[in-house]
């Protein structure tokens, strides 16, 4: 790929996302398209023609530049840098790097299984009344008597899947990819011996299939982060959003759910 040859204003970006119109779009995903956009076949076949492959930093920087307006800056401290493909073209990108912050305190039951952040019904009230149902279908109910260890752990044994950036509106592509993805970190030697969990996080305004397939796949639910912004960065928009905290015990993912499974 090419490096890109023009700046993109904000505006141009939404309104290649919302209408379709790829033209003057010299992203990596619309770059030289002649044909008309493909749409995800019905069926059973989806995830199939779903892949992931190792992209340079450069080209990951391209996509988040075009498609991830509210936060387009790429920290140049990272571990790799997934192509998310549907049918061999290119459809966005995934980051992975160490988190920010240096250590995490998690919480384990009697069998050594990660918990979530015991939360009371109390805490989930004080959550915007629009996302209280939601935080109860998705966090597991745990008290403070469940919790049997609770550790701060370094912040070189988490991994965050960062920049979680598609550049077209494809319904369930996010799951997909990002499962695929997963698979893939897992498995490579950037993913060291050293890493215990992944990190995720989801707009809580955001619900559905991203949230069915991460649960598919072994992460849970632990908590959210409460809208802030970073005193030592430049203000973003992202941070004035309510995000689910997604965390996931580094061990060979489990296989993606078929449709069967996802139906019943």
């Given amino acids: 790929m090419s490096e890109p040859t023009s700046q993109h204003s904000v505006e141009q970006f939404h309104h290649c996302l919302e209408t379709g119109d790829e033209s003057g779009c010299s992203c990596p995903i619309h770059r030289d398209r002649e044909r008309e956009p493909f749409t995800a076949p019905l069926g059973l076949s989806f995830a199939d023609r779903v892949s992931v492959e190792p992209i340079t930093r450069q080209q990951a920087a391209t996509i988040y530049d075009a498609h991830h307006a509210y936060m387009d800056s790429l920290p140049s401290v990272n571990l790799a840098h997934h192509g998310l493909y549907y049918r061999s073209e290119l459809m966005g990108a995934i980051t992975y790097r160490y988190p920010l912050l240096s250590k ?109 397939a991460l649960r598919d796949k072994g992460w849970i639910c632990t908590g959210w982060t409460t809208p802030s912004q970073a005193g030592n960065r430049e203000d973003k928009p992202i941070r004035e959003r309510y995000k689910w905290r997604f965390l996931c015990p580094v061990d060979p993912p489990e296989s993606q759910a078929t449709v069967d499974q996802w139906l019943s």
């Fill in 104 to 212: 995490k305190r998690l919480h384990f039951g009697p069998d050594g299984n990660l918990f979530p952040e015991p939360i009371s019904d109390s805490d989930i009230d004080r959550l915007p009344p629009e996302l209280r149902t939601t935080a109860r279908r998705i966090i597991p109910a745990v008290s403070d008597t469940d919790v049997a260890a609770t550790t701060v752990v370094p912040g070189d044994t988490i991994v965050e899947a960062a920049r979680v950036c598609l550049g077209v509106r494809m319904a369930n592509l996010a799951s997909a990819t990002l499962a695929r993805s997963q698979e893939r970190f897992v498995q490579s030697p950037a993913c060291e011996d050293d890493v215990r969990y992944l990190l995720t996080f989801v707009r809580a305004d955001y619900d559905g299939a991203m949230i069915r």
